[in-house]
C-alpha cells in the first residue's frame, strides 16, 4: 500500500475541501492515487466537497521584490483579511514577486511550475499554494503579475499591503518615490491624456452627452430656452477634456503641492517617468457578502436534523 503523506493529505483538501480525516481516508482507499481519491469524496460528501478553487479570493496582499537588474510586483488573492496577516501567505506572495523577478516567467502556469519549497510543501510553487490551502483552509490565488527590467530604473510604493505602484523612471530617485505614492493616492490610468484608452473617454463622452439631454429636458419643462447644438458640443467636449487632465498623471495636482502638476515637478527636478503600473487588492473583483445570521441559523438547523 502507498504511504499516505501530509502533503498528499494536504494537497487533497486544497482541491476539494473536505475535512483531513475524511481526505485521509479517501487516499488511504484510493491506494494514493490522487484522482480516485477526489472522485471518493465526491460520492461520499456531495457539495460538502466542493472545490475551494471556486470560492471568490477578492482579498490578498500585492508584494514587490527585485533580483539583480530586474523587479517584479504580485498580487496574490485569499478569501478573506484574515489570512492577509498569516506568516506563511505573506512569504508565499514574497517567494512569487522574487521568482517572477529572477526567471521572468511567461505566465500563472509557468510561474507555478518553478522550483520552491515552504512549510514542507514542494518541489514547486504550485505545490506549495496547494498545500498552504489545506493548512490554512482557505483558497488563494496567484492573479497578476508584472516584471520590470527594460534599463530604466524603479521606483516602488506600498500602502499597506493591498495597493501597489511601481514607476519607471530616469533622473532623481526621491521624485520618482513621490510620483508612486502620488499614484497609489489619485489612481491615474494613463501618463498624459492622449494615452487614456479610447473607451473610457466614450464612457465619459456618452455621460456628458446624456447629462446634457437632461438639462435640456429639464429647461423644456420649465419653459427655458434649450442651448443651441453648437453649445452644447461645446459643453460636452469640455466635460470630456476636464476628465482627461484628472485621470492622467502628467496633468494631475501633485499631492504634495497642489500649486503644480506631476508634470511641472518632474521638470523642475530633470526627472522622466517613464510609466507606471497600479496594482490594487481584488480590483474588478466581486466579493461574496456573507449573511452570518442566516449562516449560523442553517447550521444550526442542519445539526437538529442530524440529530
Known sequence: MAAITASMVAELRGKTDAPMMECKKALTEAEGDMVKAEELLRVKLGSKAGKAAARITAEGVVSVATEGAASAMIEVNCET???????????????????????????????????????????????????????????????????????????????????????????????????????????????????????????????????????????????????????VAKRIEGGVQKYLKEVSLFNQAFVKNDKQTVEQMLKAVATTVHGFTLYVVGEGIEKKVDDFAAEVAAQIAAAKQTA
Open 81 to 231: 483579511d484574515f489570512v492577509t496577516k498569516n506568516d506563511s501567505f505573506l512569504a508565499l506572495a514574497k517567494a512569487a514577486a522574487t521568482l517572477v523577478a529572477k526567471h521572468n516567467p511567461a505566465d500563472l502556469a509557468a510561474l507555478g511550475a518553478l522550483a520552491y519549497t515552504q512549510d514542507g510543501f514542494g518541489p514547486t510553487l504550485e505545490d506549495v499554494r496547494k498545500g498552504l490551502i489545506g493548512k490554512i483552509g482557505e483558497n488563494m490565488t496567484f492573479r497578476r503579475f508584472k516584471r520590470f527590467a527594460s534599463g530604466s530604473k524603479v521606483a516602488s510604493y506600498l500602502h499597506g499591503t493591498r495597493i501597489g505602484v511601481v514607476v519607471e523612471f530616469e533622473g532623481d530617485e526621491t521624485a520618482a518615490k513621490d510620483v508612486a505614492m502620488h499614484v497609489a493616492a489619485m489612481k491615474p490610468v494613463s501618463l498624459s491624456s492622449a494615452e487614456v484608452p479610447a473607451e473610457l473617454v466614450e464612457r465619459e463622452r456618452s455621460v456628458a452627452a446624456a447629462k446634457a439631454a437632461e438639462d435640456a429636458s429639464v429647461a423644456v419643462a420649465a419653459g427655458k430656452p434649450v442651448q443651441s447644438a453648437e453649445i
